[in-house]
Every structure is written in structure tokens, then in C-alpha cells.
């Protein structure tokens, strides 16, 4: 089993930034692609992120990509979405998942086998 804890959410101008974290325990997240979601209110989740077993490979949302950036360190069980220029529309609860996999699509095709609880980010205008 693998529990993972999201932190770094908050609440920040649009234009700001933030950097989430996701905290892995229980085992090794190293053979795991990893990915972050996102759900706003009264929309279904969304993927914004994937990242490889290795971190060499990436995957963004369009909506996201060359704002955010995802990154991890296997070392440390960690996983990070640096998000940049926030948008009012970034306002979301975010979840780190870990995909039934290594490669970055089990993350993207949603195949996921581990959650974290969430941390919400509210971007206001």
C-alpha cells in the first residue's frame, strides 16, 4: 500500500504561483508513474500532470502546459507541481495519483492505483 499526502495548496493572486508537494509512504513510489488531477466545483476531475518512473518523461494538460511543471524525487517519495501564472480557472481541489505502471500512460489513460486526499487551491482574480 502506498498512502500519499498532498500539501502546498492555498490561496494566491492570479498571476502567482505555487508549488505543491505529494508525500509517499508505505513504499517506494520509484516503479510508479505519478500524476497530479485536479477537480473544480461541479466539474469532473481532470488530469493536469504525468510523470514517469524516472521523471524523464512528461505529460501536460493544454490549459497547463508551459505554466506548470511536474518533477519528482525518488530519493525523497516525493512528487511537485510547480504552477506558475495562476488563472481564476486553476481554482481546484488537487490530487496526486500513482498509475498502475511505470510509464506516464497508466496515468494518462487513467488507470491509477493509489490517491491522496487532496489540497485545495484558490486563485482569485
Known amino acids: 500500500q502506498v498512502q500519499l499526502v498532498e500539501s502546498g495548496g492555498g490561496l494566491v493572486q492570479a498571476g502567482g504561483s505555487l508549488r505543491l508537494s505529494c508525500a509517499a509512504s508505505g513504499r517506494t513510489i520509484s516503479a510508479y508513474a505519478m500524476g497530479w488531477f485536479r477537480q473544480a466545483p461541479g466539474k469532473e476531475r481532470e488530469i493536469v500532470a504525468a510523470?514517469?518512473?524516472?521523471?524523464?518523461?512528461?505529460s501536460y494538460a493544454s490549459s497547463v502546459k508551459g505554466r506548470f511543471t511536474i518533477s519528482r524525487d525518488n530519493g525523497k517519495n516525493m512528487v511537485y507541481l510547480q504552477m506558475n501564472s495562476l488563472l481564476p480557472e486553476d481554482t481546484a481541489i488537487y490530487y496526486c495519483?500513482?498509475?498502475?505502471?511505470?510509464?506516464?500512460?497508466?496515468?494518462?489513460?487513467?488507470?491509477?492505483?493509489?490517491w491522496g486526499q487532496g489540497t485545495q487551491v484558490t486563485v482569485s482574480s
Open positions: 495519483a500513482a498509475g498502475h505502471g511505470p510509464q506516464v500512460s497508466a496515468v494518462v489513460g487513467g488507470s491509477l492505483d493509489y
Open positions: 510523470i514517469n518512473w524516472m521523471g524523464a518523461i512528461t
